[in-house]
């Protein structure tokens, strides 16, 4: 389908006039498709007298979303996330590097893979790191392994990935859990 230049005027108009406005394209403006992640077990309130969701970020894939309930005090209000230390994790290079949690590679792994820190997606945290990004564009590593939980207070919607951009000899996924 063609576009004529007429076409455009309106909808062009519209776009300028809002944004000299100040009412579009307020905070970064991202045209990148992010898939929602894995939802593997739900509790609902009504059949259990819980609400939670546990998701699922594979290290074989960039941005994963979630998109965090806020309904009210009736409904599903999610303001806290926790990390369980007892699952199996992800890898950065599945030949060479045993599964990590959050935190990431440490130690000799590191060291050995530091001359390819190009790779990560943020430099200053270590591979493998569970990287979160939230809805105003911030992203930065959850480092801190535990149980403790995360508060995540009323954000809308969360990405998180693994601190790597080379994907193919990658192998596990992380475990989040929202209440």
């Given at each position: 389908?063609?576009?004529?230049a007429?076409g455009?005027?309106?909808?062009l108009?519209?776009?300028?006039?809002s944004?000299?406005?100040?009412?579009v394209?307020?905070?970064?403006?991202?045209a990148e498709?992010?898939p929602?992640?894995?939802?593997?077990?739900?509790?609902?309130?009504?059949?259990?007298?819980?609400?939670?969701d546990?998701?699922e970020?594979a290290?074989?894939m960039?941005?994963?979303?979630y998109?965090?309930p806020?309904e009210?005090?009736?409904g599903?209000?999610?303001?806290?996330?926790i990390?369980?230390t007892d699952?199996?994790?992800?890898?950065?290079d599945k030949?060479?590097y045993a599964?990590?949690l959050?935190?990431?590679?440490?130690?000799a792994?590191?060291?050995?893979?530091a001359?390819?820190?190009?790779?990560?997606?943020?430099?200053s945290a270590p591979?493998?790191?569970?990287m979160?990004?939230?809805?105003d564009?911030?992203?930065r590593?959850l480092l801190?392994?535990?149980e403790?939980p995360?508060?995540i207070?009323q954000?809308?919607?969360?990405?998180?990935?693994i601190n790597?951009?080379?994907?193919?000899?990658?192998?596990?996924v992380?475990?989040?859990?929202?209440?």
């Amino acid at each position: 389908m063609t576009k004529t230049a007429a076409g455009l005027v309106a909808p062009l108009a519209l776009l300028v006039g809002s944004v000299l406005a100040g009412s579009v394209l307020t905070g970064p403006v991202s045209a990148e498709d992010v898939p929602l992640a894995h939802i593997y077990a739900q509790g609902d309130w009504d059949k259990i007298g819980d609400d939670w969701d546990c998701i699922e970020i594979a290290s074989t894939m960039g941005w994963q979303r979630y998109m965090v309930p806020h309904e009210g005090i009736l409904g599903r209000n999610f303001t806290y996330m926790i990390i369980h230390t007892d699952q199996v994790g992800w890898t950065v290079d599945k030949a060479q590097y045993a599964p990590v949690l959050n935190g990431g590679h440490t130690g000799a792994d590191a060291e050995a893979l530091a001359p390819y820190d190009k790779y990560k997606f943020d430099q200053s945290a270590p591979f493998g790191a569970l990287m979160v990004r939230f809805a105003d564009g911030d992203s930065r590593a959850l480092l801190n392994e535990g149980e403790e939980p995360w508060t995540i207070g009323q954000e809308p919607q969360l990405d998180f990935r693994i601190n790597d951009t080379g994907f193919g000899d990658n192998a596990g996924v992380l475990q989040l859990c929202f209440w």
